[in-house]
């Protein structure tokens, strides 16, 4: 999910590298969750994160979709995104110390927070989103460190190769006749990338990358 603003409005003006230091670190959000709750549907969840989900919870997309994610359309694509549940609208993974109930595999979004990303250019860099944590008194730690995830170089590929993904399904449904032809793209996407289960036998982005091949020609096949 993409936010119309300006840069200066929401970061400290800085780009950074993963080898670079960030003022993020929170103590571990000791007694504090105020991220994993009010955040509505704006948790947007990509294949990685659901094949992390569905692993981990040994479940399949349909049985994340009846308590843990919803779906929602996101700039006019169905995407799945985390349930907020109850009056606080706190976070479905959110257990009742305040603590991340799947935080060694949590999403992607989660992970970089209160990170951001700039894309430009077909790549992008991290931004400190300074308005979003309000944890006082954060501590410096390295991009990468703070990320942590495995294979964070081909981890940066796949994040990039959606993103850019999204923006030509995006196109493509611009440029479809009518309402009906917008909803088969959408549902397309959704089938091949979330439904469809990734092997837990063959390495995740290998199986990604066959998959956006297939993709990207059934879609400049039809526009």
Same mark, same amino acid.
């Given at each position: 999910m993409e936010r119309n603003c300006s840069l200066s409005d929401i970061s400290d003006?800085?780009?950074y590298e993963l080898n670079d230091m960030v003022k993020a670190g929170c103590d571990d959000c000791k007694g504090c969750s105020a991220c994993c709750q009010g955040m509505g549907s704006s948790l947007v969840l990509d294949p990685l994160d659901i094949y992390r989900l569905s692993e981990n919870l040994n479940c399949r997309f349909e049985d994340l979709l009846v308590d843990k994610i &919803? +779906?929602?359309?996101?700039?006019? %694509?169905?995407?799945?995104? +985390?349930?907020?549940?109850?009056?606080e609208e706190r976070c479905v993974f959110l257990n009742q110390e305040g603590r991340c109930s799947i935080h060694t595999f949590r999403p992607g979004f989660c992970r970089i927070f209160p990170l951001g990303r700039y894309y430009d250019e077909e790549s992008f860099k991290y931004i400190l989103q300074v308005n979003e944590c309000s944890k006082p008194?954060?501590?410096? %730690?390295?991009v990468s460190k703070w990320i942590d995830t495995p294979d964070l170089k081909k981890n940066q &590929?796949? %994040?990039?190769?959606?993103?850019?993904f999204l923006k030509e399904v995006q196109a493509a449904m611009m440029k479809a006749e009518n309402e009906v032809v917008r909803k088969k793209i959408s549902m397309y996407v959704l089938q091949l990338f979330y439904v469809t289960a990734f092997l837990k036998e063959r390495d995740f982005y290998e199986q990604f990358e066959e998959r956006l091949a297939v993709a990207k020609r059934e879609i400049k096949a039809v526009f």
């Amino acid at each position: 999910m993409e936010r119309n603003c300006s840069l200066s409005d929401i970061s400290d003006g800085r780009f950074y590298e993963l080898n670079d230091m960030v003022k993020a670190g929170c103590d571990d959000c000791k007694g504090c969750s105020a991220c994993c709750q009010g955040m509505g549907s704006s948790l947007v969840l990509d294949p990685l994160d659901i094949y992390r989900l569905s692993e981990n919870l040994n479940c399949r997309f349909e049985d994340l979709l009846v308590d843990k994610i &919803e +779906l929602n359309l996101v700039d006019s %694509v169905i995407l799945p995104n +985390l349930r907020m549940t109850g009056e606080e609208e706190r976070c479905v993974f959110l257990n009742q110390e305040g603590r991340c109930s799947i935080h060694t595999f949590r999403p992607g979004f989660c992970r970089i927070f209160p990170l951001g990303r700039y894309y430009d250019e077909e790549s992008f860099k991290y931004i400190l989103q300074v308005n979003e944590c309000s944890k006082p008194n954060k501590t410096k %730690v390295k991009v990468s460190k703070w990320i942590d995830t495995p294979d964070l170089k081909k981890n940066q &590929e796949f %994040v990039n190769q959606w993103h850019y993904f999204l923006k030509e399904v995006q196109a493509a449904m611009m440029k479809a006749e009518n309402e009906v032809v917008r909803k088969k793209i959408s549902m397309y996407v959704l089938q091949l990338f979330y439904v469809t289960a990734f092997l837990k036998e063959r390495d995740f982005y290998e199986q990604f990358e066959e998959r956006l091949a297939v993709a990207k020609r059934e879609i400049k096949a039809v526009f």
